[in-house]
């Protein structure tokens, strides 16, 4: 089983920045297809980006394109989910969310096919 644990989140005013960490013990990641999703009050939780095993690809929701960019680092055993010109409708708790026996360039992560998420970390963007 692996753990995840997300740090990073925190408030900041909109056009500003913040870099989420989702560290993992327990298993490498690099057996994973990795992603961040994130939930909002009143809505359904989100698909954000995602990385393959390998770390080669990377998919992006269009809302978030052009902003976000997620990334991993192999021997920290943690992938990262920078976060560039936030604005309000960016606030919501974001999780850090594994996904097993994924091909190593998948870039393929749903919420049906998470199979270990992080306790999430709140992320608020004021006007």
């Known amino acids: 089983q692996v753990q995840l644990v997300e740090s990073g989140g925190g408030l900041v005013q909109a056009g500003g920045s913040l870099r989420l960490s989702c560290a993992a013990s327990g298993r490498p990641l690099s057996d994973y297809a990795m992603g961040w999703f994130r939930q909002a009050p009143g809505k359904e939780r989100e698909f954000v980006a995602a990385?393959?095993?390998?770390?080669?690809?990377?998919r992006y929701a269009d809302v978030v394109k052009g902003r976000f960019t997620i990334s991993r680092d192999k021997a920290k055993n943690t992938v990262y989910l920078q976060m560039n010109d936030l604005n309000p409708e960016d606030t919501a708790v974001y999780y850090c969310?594994?996904?097993?026996?994924?091909?190593?360039?998948?870039?393929?992560?749903?919420?049906?096919?998470?199979?270990?998420w992080g306790q999430g970390t709140q992320v608020t963007v004021s006007s």
């Open positions: 990385i393959s095993r390998s770390g080669g690809n990377t």
């Open positions: 969310a594994a996904r097993a026996g994924s091909s190593g360039t998948s870039v393929t992560l749903t919420t049906s096919l998470v199979n270990y």
